[in-house]
C-alpha cells in the first residue's frame, strides 16, 4: 500500500523523509527511525550525512494546549536519538546545519503572532542563541551572500495566494545589510534553497507551485501541471520535494523516487477512545430518565442510565441521537457525501431515509414520534413524516441556521426562533396540518428558546429585552451585562395571567393565534444571561449564567408558577437537557454526566455513579476507532461542508477538486497526515480562512511546561531579563518575597543541577502551575527560593513588547503622543485597546499599531470610539476642563500595519484609511476578509472552517481579499534594522505625527 510521503531531505544518496508521523531514513535500504515519538517534521542531514536534526511536536490537537515542539538529533552512525531542545515552541522549524551548527525557525520568544526568528545551536543543544535577523523563517549560505526567507511556508495551502504575507526573499552580500529581491513577482514563494550558489525556490506565480532558479534570470526546473511541489529542501547539488504523496529528486530531470516501504500501517489499528467525556458530542434522556442516548466519536450509545447493557451503533458519523416515543431513536448519518436520517432500534438501523437537503444541523422529534423537524446549513426548515417518509419545507430563516425548536405537547404544532434580519429574531408559531402560522410580535430585538408548557397552557421564550443599563465601571459607558428576560404566552384568549392566579390545565390542546402578541406576560424574574428554557410541570427550567461564572458555565434554575419562587436545581452545569417527559434533567459538568429531578433540587449524596447520586456510569462506555473509517468519512464531509458553506458557487468544480485529493486518501495513515491533504484540498478554492485545526492525535503525546518568566542565557543559564509586565501580569521570579533578579544565575531546580545537559526547560517539563525550588548565585552568593511557574509566558513577552514601544513613543515625543498596540480583534484586542486608549487618548496625537493583529470581529466598535470628532467641552469650576463626547482622540492619528495584520485587522486597516482617521503606514496587509462561523465539529472534534462571509468594501469591492490593503506610505523593517534595534516603522509614524501635530498648532 501507498504512503503519503512529507517533508523529504537529501544527502548523496541518503534520504529523509516522514510517514505515519515518524522519521525514516534511505541509504539503499530503508529503516524507521522513531516511532511515537510524536508528530516528526521538517528532517535535515548535517553536511556530512551523518546526523539528522528534525522537530517533534506533541500535545497536537488539544483544546487548551499549544503544540509543544522541539529539535532532535538522530546519530546515523550510533543508531541514536537525543533531544537538543526544551522550548516548547509552537512551530519550531529546522533549516539546516551550516558551520557544523544547526539552525532552526521558532516563535517561543517572539511577543507577537505569526512571528518567527532565526537560532542556531551546537548539535548538542549548547550555545544556543537567537540571530539578529529579526521576522525570519530561513536561512542559507552561497558562497559570497546570505539568503533569508519571511513567509516562505507552503504555498500549496493557501493556493494563488497574491496578499502582502506572500513569501520575500532577502539577500546580503556583506553580512550585514540586506535587499529584497523578486520583490515584484506575481506569486508566492516557498521552500527557499541555495543550490550549486543559485537560489531556488517553489513559487505559483504562473498558476501552480513548481521549483524556480534564479540564475541571472528567473528559470523554471519542473513542469508539474496537476499538483503543487511542496516542501522543497537540497543539498547544496540536488534538489528533492514532495508532491501528491510521492517525493522527487531534481538532479537535471524530475524523477520520481521509488521506495517499497515496509510493514502494514500500525496506526490505522483499532484503538480505544481513553477521555469518554471529552468526546460526548450529545447526550439525550428517555422517559423518566431512566435510559439515555449519548452520541460519542460518530456511534450511538443507548443504555439503562443507571444499570444494563450498553447498545452500540457501530457508524462512523452518526450525530444528533434523540428517542422517539416508541423507545426508537432517530439521528442524522453523514456518509458519501450526503446526510440522511436514520432510525435505530436496539442498535441496529432499521430505516436510513436520503434527504438531500444539505447539512442537517439539528433534529426535533415530535412527543409522538409521528414527526422529526429537521433545520439545515441552508437557513431551513423541513417537517418529515416518519411514517410516510414525506419531507415537507416549512420556514426558512434570513440569517442563521434555525436552532431552537419545541414541538406542542399534542404533536401539532411546533414554535421556533426565526431570523428575521441581524438585528431580530422572532418566535413563530406554525400549525402542522394546516400550515396556519403567527409571530408573536413581542417588540424586542432577539426572541429565543421557545418551549411549551407540557399541560398545553403557555409558550414560554426569553428576549433580550432587560434593556436596564448599568454603569461600566472601567469603561465610559453604560452596557446591559444582563439582557435576558423570561416570558410566557397564554395559548386561549380566555387564560388568565398565571402570576395572579392559578390557571387550570386544558383538556385539549389547541391556540387561539388571534391576538397572541397581546397576551405576552413577563415572569417574575430579574433580568440575567438565560438560555436553554424548558417547560416543565408548573413551571420552567433555564440555564442561568452570572458574570461570576467561567464562560461556559453556568446554573440551573427551576421556576414554580405555582409557588412564585424561583430556586437552584445544579449549582454548576456546562451543558444540559431534559427528558421527552420533561420530568428530568441530564447536565454535564466537566467529566460527569448526571440525571436529576426537573422539579426539585437533589443533593449529591455521594460521588459514586448510581441511581442515589444520579451519576451515570461512563466507565461502562467502550469507544472503539477505526482510523481508516474515520479518514474516509472525514474528509468526505470537510468537502462537503466547503461545497455547503462556501460564499459563493458559480464555476467551482467540487467534483473534480473531491476526485483529485480523494484518490491521495488511501496513502494517509495519521491525523496529522489527513490534517495536511484536507488543508491543500482547501487550498483549491483560493481563498482565506480555510483551516483544519484541532482532532486527535492519539500518537502525539502529552506534554506541558512550567516558565519562570524570563529569558535565559543558554550558554551560561544567566537571567538575562526578566518580563515585567503590568501589575496584573508578570513573571514569578517579582512576586512578593523573592530576590531574583536580572543577570543571577540559575544554579539548580528542585535540586537538579542546571547545565548543558539539564537546561531550565528540561527540569520544567510537566511542571506547568507547580511550585519549583530555584537556587541562584549573585556575585558568589548562593540564594534559594520557591516559585511557582506559568504555562505560558507569550503574554508577558507580548507586554514587555508594547511597553518599550510606548516608551519609545512618550520619550521621542516629549509626552505628546499616546500609542495603543491591537494584537487581534477579538476579547483580548478589546480589552487591550480600551486598557491603552483610556490612558493615552488625552495626549495630543494618537499612533494606532495594528501590526500582527491576528483579526477577530470588534473593528467596528473600535473604529467607532476613534471616529469621534470633539464638538465642545465641559468646564467645571474647579476641575481641569472635559472634552465632548468624552474621551475623543484630541488630535491627529497615524496607524501602523504590517503584512502580518489580517482578517478583522485587514478591514480596520481599511477602514482607517476609508474614514480620514489619519494616515496608514506600513507593509500591505494579510488579504483574508472572507469571514467564517464552523458549526459543526468532525467526528475527533475536529474544526474546519469554511469561507462563508465575504467582505465588500465601497471603493474597492471584494478587492481587499486575497490582495490586502496598501498603507498611504510603505515602509518595510529590513532585517539590519532588527540587528541596529530599530523600527523604522514606528520612527515614521513617530515623525509623520509630530508634523500633523506641527501643522495643528
Partial sequence: MAHYLMYPDINGEKIAFVTEDDLWYFDGSLKRITEGLGVVRYP??????????????????????????????????????????????????VIGWYGGKVYFASSHSSPLNYYQEIYRMNPDGSSLEKLPYGNASYIGFGKDFILLG????????????????????????????????????????????????????????????????????????????????????????????????????????????????????????????????EMIESFYPGENGEKILLTIRGKFFSMG???????????????????????????????????????VKDGRIE??????????????????????????????????????????????????????????????????????????????????????????ESTYRIDYSPSFDPSGRFLYFISLSGYRAMED????????????????????????????????????????????????????????????????????????????????????????????????????????????????????????????????????????????????????????????????QMFHESWLMMRENYWRDENIPWESIFNKYQRLLERVSTRSELS??????????????????????????????????????????????????????????????????????????????????????????????DVISIRILREGREMEYNVKTIGDESSLIYREWVERNKRIVHEKTNGRVGYVHIPDMMHFGFTEFHKNYLEEVNREALIIDVRYNRGGFVSWMLLEKLNRKIIGYDYPRHAIRQEYPPFSPKGPMVCITNELSGSDGDIFSHSFKLMNLGTLIGKRTWGGVIGINPRRRLVDGSIVTQPEYAFWFRDVGFGVENRGTDPEIEVDIAPQDFAEGRDPQLEKAISIIMEKLKEKN
Fill in 44 to 93: 535535515k542531514f548535517s553536511c556530512n550525512g551523518m546526523y539528522i536534526a528534525f522537530s517533534v511536536f506533541r500535545s497536537m490537537g488539544r483544546e487548551n494546549l499549544k503544540p509543544q515542539g522541539d529539535v532532535y538529533i538522530y546519530s546515523i552512525e550510533k543508531n541514536s536519538i537525543k533531544r537538543v531542545t526544551y522550548l516548547g515552541s509552537r512551530d519550531i522549524r
Fill in 150 to 277: 519571511r513567509n516562505t511556508g507552503d504555498p500549496a495551502r493557501w493556493k494563488r495566494y497574491r496578499g502582502g504575507t506572500v513569501g520575500q526573499l532577502w539577500v546580503s552580500r556583506d553580512g550585514k545589510n540586506f535587499s529584497r529581491i523578486l520583490e515584484d513577482l506575481k506569486g508566492n514563494i516557498g521552500s527557499p534553497m541555495v543550490v550549486e550558489d543559485k537560489i531556488c525556490f517553489i513559487s505559483d506565480h504562473e498558476g501552480i507551485g513548481r521549483i524556480y532558479c534564479l540564475d541571472g534570470e528567473l528559470k523554471r526546473l519542473t513542469d508539474n501541471s496537476e499538483y503543487y511541489a511542496r516542501n522543497a529542501s537540497t543539498d547544496g547539488k540536488r534538489i528533492i520535494f514532495q508532491m501528491a504523496g510521492d517525493l522527487y529528486v531534481l538532479d537535471g530531470k524530475m524523477k520520481k523516487v521509488d521506495l517499497e516501504i515496509y510493514g502494514t500501517k500500525r496506526t490505522l489499528h483499532e484503538r480505544y477512545v481513553e477521555r469518554v467525556p
Fill in 305 to 343: 442510565s443507571f444499570e444494563g447493557p450498553v447498545m452500540i451503533t457501530p457508524d462512523i458519523r452518526l450525530m444528533n441521537g434523540k428517542y422517539l416515543k416508541d423507545g426508537r431513536y432517530a439521528g442524522v448519518m453523514d456518509s458519501d457525501g450526503k446526510e440522511s436520517l436514520v432510525i
Fill in 351 to 440: 430505516e436510513k431515509i436520503d434527504l438531500n437537503i444539505g447539512l442537517i444541523y439539528n433534529i426535533w422529534p415530535s412527543p409522538d414520534g409521528k414527526r422529526i423537524a429537521l433545520s439545515n446549513g441552508r437557513l431551513e426548515l423541513y417537517i418529515l413524516d416518519v411514517e410516510k417518509k414525506s419531507l415537507q419545507k416549512v420556514d426558512e430563516s434570513r440569517t442563521e441556521p434555525i436552532d431552537e425548536l419545541d414541538f406542542s405537547p399534542d404533536g401539532r404544532w411546533i414554535a421556533y426562533s426565526v431570523g428575521i434580519n441581524y438585528s431580530r429574531s422572532k418566535i413563530r408559531i406554525r400549525n402542522l396540518d394546516t400550515n396556519e402560522s403567527a409571530d408573536i
Fill in 473 to 632: 465601571l472601567e469603561l465610559p459607558a453604560l452596557s446591559f451585562p444582563n439582557p435576558s428576560k423570561i416570558y410566557l404566552v397564554t395559548l386561549r384568549k380566555s387564560m388568565k395571567d398565571p402570576f395572579i392566579e392559578k390557571v387550570e390545565e386544558e383538556k385539549e390542546f389547541s391556540i387561539d393565534l388571534d391576538g397572541i402578541s397581546e397576551r405576552v406576560i413577563p415572569f417574575p424574574i430579574r433580568e440575567g444571561r438565560y438560555s436553554s428554557l424548558y417547560g416543565v410541570k408548573d413551571g420552567i427550567v433555564y440555564l442561568s449564567r452570572p458574570l461570576t461564572m467561567d464562560e461556559n458555565e453556568g446554573e440551573i434554575h427551576h421556576y414554580s408558577i405555582e409557588k412564585r419562587k424561583d430556586e437552584v436545581l445544579v449549582e454548576k452545569c456546562n451543558r444540559y437537557t431534559v427528558s421527552p417527559d420533561r420530568s428530568k434533567i441530564a447536565y454535564m459538568y466537566r467529566d460527569t454526566l448526571r440525571i436529576v429531578d426537573s422539579l426539585q433540587k437533589q443533593e449529591m449524596k455521594s460521588p459514586e455513579p448510581g441511581r442515589e447520586s444520579g451519576i451515570v456510569d461512563l466507565g461502562r462506555i467502550k469507544v472503539s476507532v477505526h482510523p481508516r473509517e474515520e479518514f474516509n
Fill in 676 to 769: 495536511d491533504l484536507i488543508w491543500e484540498m482547501q487550498g483549491e478554492l483560493g481563498t482565506s480562512h480555510s483551516y483544519e485545526m484541532l482532532g486527535d492525535y492519539f500518537n502525539s503525546p502529552l506534554e506541558t511546561r512550567g516558565y519562570l518568566g524570563a529569558e535565559i542565557d543558554f550558554s551560561n543559564f544567566q537571567i538575562k531579563r526578566i518580563y515585567r509586565g503590568r501589575l496584573e501580569e508578570r513573571s514569578p521570579l517579582l512576586s512578593p518575597g523573592i530576590d531574583v533578579r536580572e543577570g543571577d544565575r540559575i544554579l539548580s531546580i528542585n535540586g537538579i543541577e542546571v547545565n548543558a545537559r539539564n537546561p531550565p526547560g528540561k527540569i520544567l517539563t510537566n511542571m506547568q502551575g
